[in-house]
């Protein structure tokens, strides 16, 4: 009796993908970090924001989700963040992720705490840690150089002030694991309701 093939397991997260002002404004800090520390720093068309990581999912689960993010999507209304000041996971002093903070983020936080206990029902863990919105700007792969790239963020390599960036859609996005570097394919994209 053959075997019975299995779909390949999709490697999915919920995300809002970066507009082009935002896109040229995190371009601007990371040409500032350049040469500075040994780190592998996101391309420009592969900037957003994770609202939920999903990791390994059944392909049977996807209607279901893209039941849940529509209607989720339905619930809120378009809203305006700020991108903020370049900061770092864990701190400044011993980076491992660099990133762009965003300013006027609680509309967003509701957003992803909502995607995050929706999408639960489909068995997705819940999240351990609270929201931080932030946009993932490069993630540090050795300790060479770490000093200089520690200094220059302590130093400020400051954003452009009073970027806005208008959040108007939620996308569900496939991530293929490459050696160049990831592969994002948009599955869905779930506009937010326009504001009456």
Not at 18 to 42: E, M, N, S, T, Y
Not at 174 to 185: A, C, M, Q
């Amino acid at each position: 009796m053959p075997m019975e093939q299995t779909a390949p397991r999709l490697r999915l997260f919920i995300a809002v993908e970066a507009p082009p002002a935002v896109k040229g404004a995190a371009v601007q800090v990371i040409d500032r970090l350049r040469g500075r520390g040994d780190v592998r720093w996101v391309e420009p068309d592969r900037l957003h924001l994770t609202l939920k990581f999903l990791g390994d999912s059944s392909p049977e689960k996807l209607p279901q989700l893209t039941e849940i993010l529509e209607e989720n999507a339905n619930i809120f209304s378009r809203f305006v963040v700020e991108l903020g000041d370049v900061g770092a996971f864990p701190n400044l002093r011993r980076p491992q992720t660099i990133w762009l903070g965003v300013e006027r983020a609680e509309g967003l936080s509701r957003l992803a705490e909502e995607i995050d206990r929706a999408v639960c029902k489909l068995g997705f863990e819940r999240e351990a840690r609270s929201f931080r919105a932030h946009l993932t700007l490069g993630r540090v792969k050795s300790s060479q150089g770490l000093g200089a790239l520690a200094d220059a963020l302590r130093a400020g390599a400051g954003c452009p002030a009073g970027i806005e960036w208008p959040i108007e859609d939620v996308e569900l996005i496939r991530s293929e694991l490459r050696p160049t570097g990831p592969l994002y394919t948009i599955l869905h994209r779930f506009p937010l309701r326009r504001s009456e």
